[in-house]
């Protein structure tokens, strides 16, 4: 008789993600996708030839494991020009294959069996996983509603001596929200003397709006000599599906870092490093994204201004919360359903992003469409009483 070999899983509790569920919906249903977070709309003309041109010069073949020289060295130029500090090229600035992946590997990197790791929600869906994967122990803390701010008192009662990471997110996804001065000075005082790292996701941090400044944990001393930032170049030039970002750490945390990350990627995409690198060389090819995006999150906003949906405004990311509690009571992800399902509009329940799936009747819609796809489906959702 054959022994078959059973897996015992290391996330017995997780199914496929809200968002590979919703897309496949839309798709079902020939629903407008304002679920997952992609722009339906092309990239630069100039990315496009940058793109083009690093293929034809034969750039198609493994990238360094960090990231190719003159990517790392631009990053490191525009992190000093916009934050007035410097990184090292070399050895503080690793590129990677999406913001997930440095994400996922940064927790690999400090998180041991049986530590805690603060998760403030509503969360990214993949920070849960991976603190699970590694043996941790996920701790959670909830933003505010409806403001979606951080509660700082909460925080400080979850920190003790077995808190070895803490993770934030600005601007947020899903709740919109960004951090203030306030928050990093809050957050440097209840990290300070304590052996917490912190990774701060700020993959849209080129997407802030209403002339605020993106408060990077990188302005901070202390917050900086303890963090793992990561951002994404694909969101900023509208290309999700190039998958390549960055992670910037100090020295010692970027050895460990790259140790791990050499084994679950060793590079990204060499063709899209180098045409990053030549984006990154014009600074108005990211300082005009937030500009682009806010005038399609006012469309929105206007747009939907008399439907029975409450418009939550976002500060930044490329999402919007629409709260749904005078049209029904049913649960958001039921409603989401239904909204795929009978209307044609593809969204995201805001419970998917809570580990106990608390509802408060919201959905996420990703705004990052050209302003036909936005008028279309605002029509579609205005009609809804």
């Given at each position: 008789m054959t022994l078959i070999p059973q897996i015992q899983s290391k996330l017995p509790n997780t199914g496929t993600t809200i968002f590979t569920q919703m897309s496949a919906l839309a798709k079902q249903f020939n629903a407008i996708n304002l679920s997952q977070g992609f722009p339906d709309f092309e990239c630069s003309d100039e990315l496009k030839d940058a793109i083009y041109e690093a293929v034809k010069n034969g750039y198609n073949q493994y990238a360094p494991m960090p990231g190719i020289q003159p990517l790392r060295e631009i990053i490191s130029e525009k992190i000093f020009n916009i934050y007035k500090r410097k990184y090292n090229p070399d050895?503080?600035?690793?590129?990677?294959?999406?913001?997930?992946?440095?994400?996922?590997?940064?927790?690999?990197?400090?998180?041991?069996?049986?530590?805690?790791?603060?998760?403030?929600?509503?969360?990214?869906?993949s920070y849960l996983p991976a603190v699970q994967m590694c043996g941790g122990k996920p701790v959670f803390s909830s933003l505010s509603y409806p403001d979606f701010k951080i509660n700082w008192d909460e925080i400080k009662t979850l920190i003790n001596p077995r808190t070895k990471l803490l993770i934030i997110n600005s601007p947020q996804n899903p709740g919109t929200s960004v951090i203030s001065k306030e928050d990093l000075e809050m957050l440097d005082k209840i990290t300070a003397g304590t052996g917490i790292f912190i990774i701060s996701d700020e993959v849209y941090e080129h997407i802030i709006f209403d002339n605020v400044t993106h408060q990077s944990l990188i302005l901070n001393d202390n917050l900086a000599s303890r963090s793992f930032i990561v951002s994404s170049l694909g969101k900023?030039?509208?290309?999700?599906?190039?998958?390549?970002?960055?992670?910037?750490?100090?020295?010692?945390?970027?050895?460990?870092?790259?140790?791990?990350?050499?084994?679950?990627?060793?590079?990204?995409?060499?063709?899209?490093?180098?045409?990053?690198?030549?984006?990154?060389?014009?600074?108005?090819?990211?300082?005009?994204?937030?500009?682009?995006?806010?005038?399609?999150?006012?469309?929105?906003?206007?747009?939907?201004?008399?439907?029975?949906?409450?418009?939550?405004?976002?500060?930044?990311?490329?999402?919007?919360?629409?709260?749904?509690?005078?049209?029904s009571t049913i649960s958001d992800f039921d409603f989401a359903v239904w909204l795929t399902k009978e209307h044609k509009v593809a969204t995201i329940p805001l419970s998917s992003f809570y580990h106990n799936k608390k509802d408060d009747k919201l959905i996420r819609i990703c705004f990052a469409k050209r302003n036909e796809t936005l008028e279309k489906a605002a029509e579609i959702l205005n009609s809804i009483k």
């Open positions: 050895t503080e600035i690793t590129i990677v294959p999406g913001g997930t992946i440095g994400i996922f590997t940064a927790i690999n990197t400090v998180v041991n069996k049986g530590d805690e790791v603060i998760i403030i929600e509503p969360a990214y869906d900023t030039y509208h290309v999700t599906g190039w998958k390549t970002g960055y992670v910037i750490a100090p020295e010692p945390m970027s050895q460990e870092f790259r140790k791990i990350y050499q084994y679950n990627a060793f590079c990204s995409f060499a063709p899209a490093q180098w045409a990053f690198y030549k984006m990154l060389s014009i600074p108005r090819t990211y300082k005009g994204v937030s500009k682009f995006y806010e005038e399609k999150r006012n469309f929105m906003e206007k747009l939907l201004k008399n439907s029975k949906f409450k418009v939550l405004h976002s500060a930044g990311s490329y999402f919007q919360l629409l709260d749904f509690s005078e049209i």
